[in-house]
């Protein structure tokens, strides 16, 4: 980690000689072409399943691979790089009579590189086939999800400095002039609004030629979001303790109904499944929201670019809608279909009513904003962005909050899925991490264990199935795994402390006429080694994400009786990090998606964004117990930058509260809607009944504009109803905050916690009161009429009602 001095700064670049910078990257980055025609043609051959058979198995040890030039380097030394130097190698040796060159056929990699069109090296320049590049993606293990035919989806990091991360006009124009260079050469790009980033598909054949833009910091696999009949969360929440609020007795007779989300309207953000017309089976069974001739606005649903809505088949977005519909009948919806962090970021915007630089437009088009997706080590964990491609989402997420928008996310299910510790001690290169430091053997000797093993929940004596021959299989069986640590560019930090993270499997012992050649042991099957030496646009991360073949698999696991149809076997696997830079010491984080590591730690597992103090995070309880469930996400956040916390951050304490999970949904059946993200869901729309209930109880303070007004007025009229909806959704926080905490909804150990949060939101008797004395809070009192000074006989001041509400709401009994 290198610590710029306080008394040295950046060469922050002026606009005007920024935008040349952008400008001149776009004159050099538009003659790049010459070293490959970025329209050559690719054969129309395709390849119908992704399975890893006959030449895209990898039957040799596997050998890291080296860059060969600066644009390689930008792949990073894993699997891309190995996929584009296979590539490589089999066109010339295709093209070539001659035999490759000694230990090539052992590496799996050629001297020369891959332009934009057809292969170097020595190899006749033309089309290079879809089947070749589908064949070395294979062999590199990339998994289908990051695959359409021969294109690969990455992400594109953008050679700029933090000062220049900060300058929105200049990072705006220097990722659409890099999307301008891609898309002229044929290629689909992306910007991700506010981030240095950009998310492309790009065939295989030409991604070193994108990785040679001057322009281009970093290509890596892109980063996607994760997934974290009546609803039987809601009723545990005891839904009806809050619609009846709507009638409480002081609201004036017209105010007066069951809240059910009359006037409002909720976003959803998620993945959805829309292939055979679950939708419209949907909206038929009363399940889901439908427009009409009475309500022609009830739903609004946008696809992702390019595609049909639904277009992915999940039915996680399907559940999640079925439970905020059946708690808000009458709100109206916003639909957004998601993916990465470009339409996510695109619809937090629009559901804000937020230009792509954040600024407000007006009234936001949604009150409450909820997704149950997330990113796991993606940035640095302590509650923003900073550094990291996500940047951009945390941005709009506080633009939106700005705007008074409450948004809720999923705290993740990772608490059985990560690690964390302190980098391993040692002043040399190459440093293997102890992920038992301080264990002691009996002997007195200190246990040393360099690998993590993955596991599917500890059983299978610790086998996976490998080989496995449908693309379904293949997707459920993948290796997604993440590290990160606290070495994030800021304004007086640049990322120079380098590690390589390894997926590593058990490997048999090699034996010859009855004497063991090679003894069994853990070795590479892929490796992610991006560069981190200070350069601009570079993050403390490796990400590797892989598809195990058949040549993983080992003896050691053939007892364990894997679907020999389904799977060639069982492989064993593992994590490793390699410190490579001496003598630094860093906060270490991992994830992975799906398997148990061996060495787990729940704590500080949360997704992101849900370590935003603009977001209300949400842990899962069992509906039927209320009981935590296993793996649900913990707080708190880390310090800044990804450090160490020492304990709850101040004015960020995750997660928020609790919610039920295990529930009834037409999408997935009985108690089958598991995760943070059916808990989510369920606060979400209760806190849009919430939302209801105190803008009735304000009803005699909305803003009016006078009759003809003039330009000063219709702003300050703006003004007021944004501040007005802030302090809305502020004491409606704080409301389902009192209702948590109290009633018995306190769960775990006494007062907040890193597991429940205040506790479990589940309405009460005293529920009115714990409204009421949100609203009376000395900070909300601008939502009520002015009292007279002095006041009326009988009338009690709103700090006087503030206490005895708060007094009536903390005695709730349980329920």
């Given at each position: 980690m290198?610590?710029i001095?306080?008394?040295?700064t950046f060469a922050?670049?002026g606009?005007?000689a920024?935008?040349a910078?952008?400008?001149t990257?776009s004159?050099?980055d538009a003659?790049?072409?010459a070293?490959g ?7 129309a ?15 040799v ?11 390689q380097?930008?792949?990073g ?5 190995d996929a584009?130097q ?12 001659s035999?490759?060159a ?9 001297g020369g ?8 090296g020595g190899?006749?320049r033309?089309a290079?086939s ?6 070395a ?8 999800r990051?695959?359409?035919?021969e294109?690969?989806k ?5 050679a700029l400095?933090?000062e220049e ?10 990722t ?8 002229a050469?044929?290629?689909q790009?992306t910007q991700?609004?506010g ?6 598909l790009?065939p295989l ?6 990785a040679?833009?001057q322009?281009v910091a ?5 980063k996607m979001s994760?997934?974290?009949?009546f609803?039987?969360g809601?009723?545990a ?10 009638n ?5 007779e017209?105010?007066r109904?069951?809240?059910r989300?009359?006037?409002l ?8 499944g829309?292939?055979n ?6 909206q038929?069974?009363?399940e889901?929201p ?16 390019g595609?049909a809505f639904?277009?992915r088949?999940?039915?996680?977005g399907n559940?999640v809608t079925e439970?905020?519909?059946?708690i808000?009948?009458a709100a109206s919806?916003r639909?957004?279909?998601?993916s990465g962090a ?7 915007q ?15 088009r ?9 990113f796991d ?20 997420i ?7 928008v409450?948004?809720?996310?999923a705290?993740?299910n990772?608490?059985?899925v990560h690690?964390?510790?302190?980098s391993?001690?040692g ?13 002691v053997?009996?002997n007195?000797a200190?246990?040393i ?17 490998v ?13 997604s795994?993440s590290?990160?640590w ?13 590690y390589?993270?390894?997926l ?9 006429n009855?004497r ?5 042991r853990?070795?590479v099957a892929?490796?992610?080694d991006?560069?981190q ?16 073949p058949a040549?993983a698999?080992t003896?050691?696991c053939?007892a364990q009786?894997f679907?020999?149809?389904?799977f060639?076997?069982?492989g064993k696997?593992?994590?490793?990090i ?5 003598g630094i010491?860093?906060f ?5 998606s799906g ?7 729940a704590?500080?597992s949360?997704?992101?964004p849900?370590d935003?103090a ?5 842990a899962?309880?069992d ?5 935590l469930?296993?793996y ?9 930058g990804?450090?160490?916390p020492n ?8 997660p928020?509260l609790a919610n039920?999970?295990?529930v ?5 059946g009985?108690n089958e ?9 369920h606060?979400?729309?209760l806190?849009l ?7 009735q ?9 006078p009759?003809n007004p003039?330009?000063q007025?219709r702003?300050a009229h703006?003004?007021a109803?944004?501040q ?6 502020g004491?409606v926080q ?13 769960l775990g150990?006494a ?8 506790g479990?939101?589940k ?7 714990c409204?009421?004395s949100a609203?009376?809070?000395?900070a ?6 002015a ?5 009326p006989?009988?009338?009690?001041s709103y ?14 009994v349980?329920?």
């Amino acid at each position: 980690m290198k610590k710029i001095p306080s008394g040295k700064t950046f060469a922050v670049l002026g606009l005007a000689a920024a935008c040349a910078t952008v400008l001149t990257w776009s004159r050099q980055d538009a003659q790049q072409p010459a070293l490959g025609a970025p329209g050559d043609a690719f054969a129309a051959t395709s390849r119908a399943s992704g399975s890893f058979t006959g030449a895209s198995m990898r039957n040799v040890a596997y050998v890291a691979p080296t860059p060969r030039n600066d644009a390689q380097a930008k792949l990073g030394s894993g699997q891309l790089l190995d996929a584009v130097q296979w590539l490589a190698q089999t066109q010339a040796a295709n093209t070539l009579p001659s035999a490759p060159a000694a230990g090539a056929a052992a590496s799996g990699h050629a001297g020369g590189a891959v332009g934009a069109g057809g292969a170097s090296g020595g190899a006749a320049r033309g089309a290079i086939s879809a089947a070749a590049q589908i064949a070395a993606l294979d062999r590199a293990g990339i998994p289908q999800r990051f695959r359409e035919g021969e294109k690969v989806k990455v992400n594109l990091g953008l050679a700029l400095s933090f000062e220049e991360v900060q300058n929105p006009s200049l990072l705006d124009r220097a990722t659409s002039t890099l999307r301008e260079t891609l898309l002229a050469a044929g290629l689909q790009a992306t910007q991700v609004n506010g981030s240095p980033v950009l998310e492309a598909l790009v065939p295989l054949a030409k991604l070193e030629w994108v990785a040679s833009l001057q322009s281009v910091a970093q290509v890596s696999l892109m980063k996607m979001s994760q997934t974290a009949v009546f609803s039987d969360g809601a009723t545990a929440s005891n839904i009806d303790h809050l619609r009846t609020l709507g009638n409480y007795d002081q609201l004036a007779e017209n105010l007066r109904r069951d809240l059910r989300g009359e006037g409002l309207n909720i976003a959803i953000i998620d993945h959805f499944g829309n292939l055979n017309g679950e939708v419209a089976a949907l909206q038929a069974a009363g399940e889901w929201p439908r427009n009409t001739a009475a309500e022609p606005n009830k739903i609004t649903m946008r696809a992702l670019q390019g595609q049909a809505f639904g277009h992915r088949g999940a039915a996680h977005g399907n559940a999640v809608t079925e439970i905020v519909y059946d708690i808000a009948p009458a709100a109206s919806f916003r639909i957004y279909d998601s993916s990465g962090a470009a339409d996510w970021v695109s619809a937090v915007q629009d559901a804000a009513n937020l230009n792509a630089q954040n600024v407000s437009q007006g009234e936001p088009r949604s009150q409450v904003i909820t997704a149950s997706l997330g990113f796991d080590l993606y940035g640095p964990g302590d509650g923003t962005g900073t550094g990291s491609a996500l940047k951009g989402l945390y941005d709009a997420i506080e633009a939106a909050a700005r705007n008074g928008v409450l948004v809720l996310n999923a705290a993740g299910n990772e608490a059985q899925v990560h690690w964390d510790g302190n980098s391993t001690a040692g002043a040399g290169n190459d440093v293997l991490q102890d992920f038992v430091v301080g264990n002691v053997g009996a002997n007195g000797a200190a246990i040393i264990d360099s690998v993590n093993p993955l596991t599917i929940e500890g059983r299978y004596n610790g086998c996976i199935p490998v080989g496995a021959r449908s693309e379904e299989d293949q997707e459920t069986f993948e290796f997604s795994v993440s590290l990160g640590w606290n070495d994030w560019t800021s304004a007086n930090n640049t990322t120079n402390a380098d590690y390589r993270l390894e997926l590593v499997r058990w490997a048999d012992a090699v034996v010859r006429n009855g004497r063991v050649i090679t003894p069994a042991r853990w070795v590479v099957a892929t490796q992610s080694d991006e560069l981190q030496n200070g350069g601009a646009g570079q993050t403390p991360l490796e990400y590797v994400s892989y598809v195990a073949p058949a040549a993983a698999r080992t003896a050691a696991c053939d007892a364990q009786g894997f679907d020999a149809a389904r799977f060639a076997g069982g492989g064993k696997f593992g994590v490793r990090i390699v410190r490579k830079t001496a003598g630094i010491a860093n906060f270490l984080r991992l994830m992975n998606s799906g398997y148990n590591f061996q060495y787990a730690q729940a704590e500080r597992s949360l997704i992101h964004p849900a370590d935003s103090a603009n977001v209300i995070t949400v842990a899962a309880l069992d509906a039927a117990t209320s009981n935590l469930e296993d793996y649900s996400s913990r707080g708190p956040v880390l310090a800044a930058g990804g450090a160490r916390p020492n304990g709850q951050a101040v004015g960020n304490a995750k997660p928020d509260l609790a919610n039920f999970a295990n529930v009834d949904t037409v999408s997935y059946g009985d108690n089958e809607f598991n995760g943070t993200s059916s808990a989510t869901p369920h606060v979400a729309a209760l806190a849009l009944l919430g939302l209801q209930h105190q803008r009735q109880l304000t009803n005699a303070t909305v803003p009016v504009l006078p009759a003809n007004p003039t330009a000063q007025q219709r702003a300050a009229h703006t003004l007021a109803l944004r501040q007005r909806n802030v302090s809305l959704a502020g004491s409606v926080q704080d409301s389902l905050t009192y209702v948590a905490g109290t009633g018995g909804n306190d769960l775990g150990v006494a007062g907040f916690d890193s597991s429940y949060g205040t506790g479990r939101l589940k309405f009460h008797a005293q529920s009115q009161a714990c409204f009421l004395s949100a609203l009376y809070d000395p900070a909300y009192r601008g939502l009520l009429p002015a009292q007279a000074n002095p006041l009326p006989a009988g009338q009690k001041s709103y700090d006087v009602l503030h206490t005895d509400n708060d007094t009536a709401c903390s005695n709730a009994v349980a329920q």
